[in-house]
């Protein structure tokens, strides 16, 4: 049996009260950066009184790696989508379907996987959702089969890749994952499960994605600064090699996004970086600096290591079966929840264990895929789900039609079995491949 002490029982209620607000964010309008701000206050004013955490400890429980490669990131893709690049890219794949429905969802599946791998899933369906629903409305189809692709693909896509989903970057940084390391590992299972998803959308909407659809999209997309769009994509290529190389070269994934910002805007001298800036998530980035110090102030309470006591047994035990388990459960909370508190939460316990000597690499990954994975499994699973129901409501008011609005019904319907069908792709993964998963000293 284990004792708990006041530090840990105060901790532990204003984590669970925190997690409360920013769990409800839809009922009560408060955007979820506010609730943990306030947690992020109230743990160091416990751990001031208890004695159990103060503000230089809480200062030094930021993740800056994840912050600052989150925010070098955002006007990263700032400047690229200033460029009218993604807008081409989009047009010319309509174009290249020659009006059939099926070939324009793989040309679109394909795109917005590829580019989650690098882009967030968020940016990746801003970018992408209202071009959607433009070249849908000139082919005179239903955009609904694509929206939805786009938002199961963007969140599978994200997986693969340590910059594609902020947990990631969280996983990746306490565990000590390189980039080539999580690729290797997470691009099999997502590039199975990216096939598998197109195929399931054939068999979810059989009417929308037949080919008995004949109508071309006929317009022509022109770039805004062409040339940008170029420098854009090499420095983008030179991003990602240094992504591979920088392990060896002894630099954090922010520091390779750093240089290839700076030299983006050395080569784009009409660019307003205060226009750029602008398009900085601020409130996402505050959400993740008082997440990580109401974390950190839980896990210097011992909680978090009392609870990772208890779960020792079984991991060392019962590997396979807690990684399973643990997939599941962290897929079926992110489809409830948001899945970035949940990551939060979980990787002081598993880093714990690291620390003792108890090899959790198999946990790590499983933990990667579920909370990924999962937010496919309702219409509030992540924040890329959010925004695609918005726009196809906007769209179904703008036009009248109800039957254009992604209600929830209809995600459960379409959406819900392509998540189960890519749980059931990672369990059989992290089974017949458990050797392959186990990574010797991981961290």
């Given at each position: 049996?284990?004792?708990?002490?006041?530090?840990?029982?105060?901790?532990?209620?204003?984590?669970?009260?925190?997690?409360?607000?920013?769990?409800?964010?839809?009922?009560?309008?408060?955007?979820?950066?506010?609730?943990?701000?306030?947690?992020?206050?109230?743990?160091?004013?416990?751990?001031?009184?208890?004695?159990?955490?103060?503000?230089?400890?809480?200062?030094?429980?930021?993740?800056?790696?994840?912050?600052?490669?989150?925010?070098?990131?955002?006007?990263?893709?700032?400047?690229?989508?200033?460029?009218?690049?993604?807008?081409?890219?989009?047009?010319?794949?309509?174009?290249?379907?020659?009006?059939?429905?099926?070939?324009?969802?793989?040309?679109?599946?394909?795109?917005?996987?590829?580019?989650?791998?690098?882009?967030?899933?968020?940016?990746?369906?801003?970018?992408?959702?209202?071009?959607?629903?433009?070249?849908?409305?000139?082919?005179?189809?239903?955009?609904?089969?694509?929206?939805?692709?786009?938002?199961?693909?963007?969140?599978?896509?994200?997986?693969?890749?340590?910059?594609?989903?902020?947990?990631?970057?969280?996983?990746?940084?306490?565990?000590?994952?390189?980039?080539?390391?999580?690729?290797?590992?997470?691009?099999?299972?997502?590039?199975?499960?990216?096939?598998?998803?197109?195929?399931?959308?054939?068999?979810?909407?059989?009417?929308?994605?037949?080919?008995?659809?004949?109508?071309?999209?006929?317009?022509?997309?022109?770039?805004?600064?062409?040339?940008?769009?170029?420098?854009?994509?090499?420095?983008?290529?030179?991003?990602?090699?240094?992504?591979?190389?920088?392990?060896?070269?002894?630099?954090?994934?922010?520091m390779v996004a750093a240089i290839a910002l700076t030299i983006l805007v050395f080569l784009s001298r009409k660019v307003d970086l205060d226009k750029v800036t602008n398009h900085?998530?601020?409130?996402?980035?505050?959400?993740?600096?008082?997440?990580?110090?109401?974390?950190?102030?839980?896990?210097?309470?011992?909680?978090?290591?009392?609870?990772?006591?208890?779960?020792?047994?079984?991991?060392?035990?019962h590997p396979l079966g807690a990684a399973l388990l643990l997939l599941w459960v962290a897929a079926i909370l992110s489809a409830l929840i948001d899945n970035i508190p949940f990551?939060?939460?979980?990787?002081?316990?598993?880093?714990?264990?690291?620390?003792?000597?108890?090899?959790?690499?198999?946990?790590?990954?499983?933990?990667?895929?579920?909370?990924?994975?999962?937010?496919?499994?309702?219409?509030?699973?992540?924040?890329?789900?959010?925004?695609?129901?918005?726009?196809?409501?906007?769209?179904?008011?703008?036009?009248?039609?109800?039957?254009?609005?992604?209600?929830?019904?209809?995600?459960?319907?379409?959406?819900?079995?392509?998540?189960?069908?890519?749980?059931?792709?990672?369990?059989?993964?992290?089974?017949?491949?458990?050797?392959?998963?186990?990574?010797?000293?991981?961290?």
């Open positions: 049996m284990f004792e708990l002490t006041n530090p840990m029982i105060v901790s532990g209620a204003i984590l669970v009260l925190t997690f409360c607000g920013i769990f409800t964010e839809h009922l009560h309008g408060y955007n979820r950066a506010k609730f943990a701000m306030a947690g992020a206050g109230a743990v160091i004013i416990a751990g001031q009184i208890y004695g159990f955490y103060s503000p230089e400890e809480a200062l030094q429980a930021i993740d800056w790696n994840v912050v600052f490669l989150l925010a070098i990131m955002m006007i990263v893709v700032s400047i690229m989508i200033s460029t009218g690049g993604f807008e081409y890219m989009a047009q010319y794949m309509a174009k290249k379907s020659a009006g059939s429905p099926i070939r324009l969802l793989i040309f679109m599946g394909t795109a917005v996987t590829v580019i989650s791998l690098l882009l967030d899933n968020v940016t990746t369906v801003i970018i992408f959702g209202p071009l959607i629903i433009l070249i849908c409305q000139a082919m005179k189809i239903s955009p609904i089969p694509y929206l939805l692709a786009a938002a199961l693909l963007s969140d599978t896509g994200g997986v693969a890749t340590l910059v594609g989903d902020p947990p990631n970057l969280m996983i990746g940084s306490a565990a000590g994952i390189d980039f080539n390391t999580f690729f290797i590992h997470m691009g099999p299972p997502v590039a199975i499960a990216w096939f598998a998803i197109l195929v399931a959308m054939k068999y979810l909407f059989p009417t929308e994605l037949s080919n008995r659809h004949t109508n071309k999209f006929e317009s022509s997309a022109r770039y805004k600064n062409k040339r940008l769009w170029q420098k854009s994509l090499v420095v983008m290529a030179m991003m990602v090699a240094l992504f591979i190389y920088h392990r060896q070269l002894g630099w954090e994934p922010w900085l998530e601020t409130p996402l980035l505050m959400f993740f600096i008082a997440l990580f110090i109401l974390i950190g102030g839980v896990e210097h309470s011992g909680l978090l290591e009392v609870i990772g006591e208890q779960f020792k047994p079984v991991i060392i035990e990551t939060a939460a979980m990787i002081p316990v598993l880093a714990g264990l690291q620390q003792q000597g108890v090899n959790v690499s198999v946990m790590w990954w499983a933990l990667a895929m579920g909370v990924g994975m999962g937010g496919n499994g309702s219409h509030i699973g992540s924040t890329a789900n959010v925004y695609i129901v918005t726009i196809s409501e906007r769209l179904a008011k703008q036009t009248g039609n109800p039957a254009l609005a992604i209600t929830p019904a209809l995600w459960f319907r379409k959406g819900t079995p392509a998540m189960l069908l890519t749980l059931v792709i990672c369990t059989l993964f992290i089974w017949l491949g458990y050797d392959y998963l186990y990574v010797d000293g991981l961290g």
